[in-house]
């Protein structure tokens, strides 16, 4: 379903069917300590302090900074967010920070 797919001797070649090419997807890992994200403080023996709103915070930090830095030419297409399991909380807290 990716953009490349693998030929008969292992090489690659572009997908022409892939979701790819009429979407874009943006994985935030929230809280900063879950996963494979990392915060400042277990650089130091330490653990994350997160709170909700922390979180939308960096959350909304991080989405900003893709739109308006990394990938500017996506800022108007249309914008869905969507989660799972405790983002029954986060959504909500992370449109209300984009929103305001």
Do not use: M
Not at 83 to 93: I, L, N
Request: aromatic share 12%; glycine share 10%; net charge neutral.
């Amino acid at each position: 379903h990716g953009p490349l797919l693998i030929n008969a001797t292992g090489g690659l070649f572009a997908n022409p069917y892939a979701w790819t090419r009429i979407a874009h997807l943006l994985v935030l890992e929230s809280p900063a300590g879950v996963g494979y994200s990392y915060c400042a403080q277990q650089h130091a023996g330490g653990a994350c302090a997160n709170t909700d709103k922390s979180t939308a915070r960096a959350a909304t930090a991080a989405v900003r900074d893709f739109f308006s830095t990394k990938f500017p030419e996506l800022s108007g297409r249309p914008f869905y967010i969507t989660g799972e399991s405790y983002a029954g909380v986060y959504v909500p807290t992370l449109s209300e920070q984009l929103l305001f």
